[in-house]
């Protein structure tokens, strides 16, 4: 069964303070892993996919890494605007097409 | 261009009603998908169908529940005789998904969120 943990559960930082959350997984065969950042009463909206070990994306403030077991999701000098529910989702492989999410991390940048 | 849009953003049913939820993927998204999130948790995969085929609902989590898309376009959830338990945000996504071409990122809309009374 495809598992997917995030930590921390929430993070308050100050604005310009950088951090990382973590996105644990085990799928078999992974398609990719999928970033998504949601606001309050809104759907997820995508930020990014990570397909194989060692590919990094870059977005604004975020960048996104992965490893066989892991991807982290690095937020350098944040401001108050990315305060958000961060979701982490893998696809595994073969005819499955749907993802299986982590709980999120909620983080919270303080002005 | 137009995201995914879901009708209503709201719902409130007594227990024992049967409620029906929208779903307008983006223009051209072959693969259409509904997922049920409850607070403060991610959202759980429910249905997925390509074009107008329903190919996976294995996450329906009872015959209560019943999804549709004729057309391969605008897609239907259903849920007959509503229980408290299915207090929820339903959320609808979309993806482009052709073989050879990539785009598995799903694009989700803004969610139903159905409360049972």
């Known amino acids: 069964e495809d598992q997917v943990t995030q930590s921390p559960e929430a993070l308050r930082l100050q604005e310009g303070e950088s951090s990382s959350l973590n996105c644990s997984y085990t799928v078999s065969g992974l398609r990719g892993l999928f970033w998504y950042r949601q606001d309050p009463g809104k759907g997820p909206e995508f930020l990014f996919t990570?397909?194989?070990a060692g590919e990094e994306k870059e977005k604004e403030r975020l960048k996104a890494t992965l490893t066989k077991k892991e991807s982290f999701l690095h937020i350098t000098a944040p401001k108050p605007e990315d305060s958000a529910t961060y979701l982490c989702a893998v696809q595994a492989g073969g005819s499955a097409r749907q993802l299986t999410f982590g709980s999120g991390t909620q983080l919270t940048v303080l002005p | 261009g137009a995201g995914v849009s879901q009708s209503p953003r709201y719902k409130v049913a007594k227990r024992g009603q049967d409620v029906a939820l929208r779903c307008d993927p983006i223009?051209?998204?072959?693969?259409l998908f509904w997922y049920q999130q409850a607070l403060g948790q991610g959202p759980e995969f429910l249905t997925y169908?390509?074009?107008?085929?329903?190919?996976?609902k294995s996450g329906l989590p009872s015959d209560r529940f019943f999804a549709e898309r004729p057309e391969g376009s605008v897609s239907t959830l259903k849920i007959q005789r509503t229980q408290q338990e299915d207090s929820a945000v339903y959320l609808c996504?979309?993806?482009?998904?052709?073989?050879?071409?990539?785009?598995?990122?799903?694009?989700f809309g803004p969610g139903t969120r159905l409360t049972v009374t």
């Open positions: 223009s051209g998204h072959v693969s």
């Open positions: 990570l397909y194989s």
């Open positions: 169908f390509q074009n107008e085929a329903q190919l996976d």
């Open positions: 996504a979309s993806s482009l998904a052709k073989p050879g071409v990539g785009g598995y990122e799903q694009y």
